[in-house]
């Protein structure tokens, strides 16, 4: 198996991956139910991420929105500062 350093891994890496046959090595029986496994996880990661990349842009485009919506609205007297309270 040829990794290139910074190169991101997903699961068609993991479930391609191939390894030398040693004797008395692994059995290649469990390495690829493992890597299975860990593809697996990392679909199920890349999947959240992709959520949340798309949850934080929403959120991001409603801030704007509220921003430019209020960007008149300023209090004229806001009162002694770290007050709570207006009077």
Do not use: K
Not at 11 to 25: E, K, L
Not at 71 to 84: I, M, Q
């Amino acid at each position: 198996m040829i990794y290139v350093t910074g190169e991101r891994l997903h699961p068609p890496h993991a479930r391609i991956a191939s390894f030398d046959t040693r004797w008395r090595g692994l059995d290649p029986g469990q390495v690829h139910d493992y890597l299975n496994r860990v593809a697996d996880e990392l679909e199920r990661l890349h999947r959240e991420l992709t959520t949340a990349n798309t949850e934080a842009e929403r959120i991001r485009q409603a801030l704007r929105q509220w921003q430019s919506r209020h960007t008149g609205c300023r209090l004229t007297d806001p009162g002694p500062p770290n007050s709570r309270w207006q009077r």
